[in-house]
């Protein structure tokens, strides 16, 4: 049974950073590519950035493109990194990690993921 596990939420001033992580267990999914969705209260959830199976190629979405940052090491139990700098209040939302064999490089609101984290709560206080 795979299991994504995210940690690194909290609460932060507007213009402060984060840095989010998801570990994998229960099966290595050094070969998937990962990446991170979001859902703001009240609105649906939205692709933020996805990363291939050997960190080689990124995605970023439009709106943090330049202030999140996307690694991840399959050395061990596969883990992504999302560094967050320069967060805004509009980053507030609930961060999901997920895996999937193909991860579309646009995946929409991400129906179809093989793997889903339960995710974990960014706060950015103005």
């Known amino acids: 049974q795979v299991q994504l596990v995210e940690s690194g939420g909290g609460l932060v001033q507007a213009g402060g950073s984060l840095r989010l992580s998801c570990a994998a267990s229960g099966r290595t999914l050094s070969t998937y590519a990962m990446g991170w969705f979001r859902q703001a209260p009240g609105k649906e959830r939205e692709f933020v950035v996805r990363i291939n199976w050997n960190g080689g190629t990124t995605y970023y979405a439009d709106s943090v493109k330049g202030r999140f940052t996307i690694s991840r090491d399959n050395a061990k139990n596969t883990t992504i990194t999302l560094q967050m700098n320069s967060l805004k209040p509009e980053d507030t939302a609930v961060y999901y990690c997920?895996?999937?064999?193909?991860?579309?490089?646009?995946?929409?609101?991400?129906?179809?993921?093989?793997?889903w984290g339960k995710g974990t709560l960014v706060t950015v206080s103005s």
């Open positions: 997920a895996a999937d064999r193909l991860f579309p490089i646009n995946p929409g609101r991400g129906e179809g993921m093989d793997y």
